[in-house]
Nanobody, 124 residues
Framework: QLQYVESGGGLVQPGGSLRLSCASS????????IGWFRQAPGKEREGVSC????????NYADSVKGRFTISRDNAQNTVYLQMNSLKFEDTARYYC?????????????????WGQGTQVTVSS
């Protein structure tokens, strides 16, 4: 069973920053493009950002462009999501997964498996 471990979430004020991490003890993340997704209460899960297996290409949802940066360290089997200038509407549970990256929907979960996610709450 695929296992993703997301970490780095927390409570932050508007305008603050967080860095999320995605790791797996089962899957070699460097073999896949990896997407970050989020789900807010009462809303569907959406793709936030996606990075190619090499790290050479990344795309972002319009709502986070210019504020979020995805990166990866394949030697550490870890993918990161740096989130700056956080807004109330960024509050959600964030997940990572092996993904198909696309401009249209940003990312699609490749295998359909999800980890526990990490909660990001932006509040004053």
């Amino acid at each position: 069973q695929l296992q993703y471990v997301e970490s780095g979430g927390g409570l932050v004020q508007p305008g603050g920053s967080l860095r999320l991490s995605c790791a797996s003890s089962v899957l070699r993340l460097d073999h896949y493009a990896i997407g970050w997704f989020r789900q807010a209460p009462g809303k569907e899960r959406e793709g936030v950002s996606c990075i190619s297996s090499s790290g050479g290409t990344a795309n972002y949802a319009d709502s986070v462009k210019g504020r979020f940066t995805i990166s990866r360290d394949n030697a550490q089997n870890t993918v990161y999501l740096q989130m700056n200038s956080l807004k109330f509407e960024d509050t959600a549970r964030y997940y990572c997964a092996a993904a198909l990256c696309s401009e249209k929907v940003t990312a699609t979960n490749l295998f359909g498996s999800w980890g526990q996610g990490t909660q990001v709450t932006v509040s004053s």
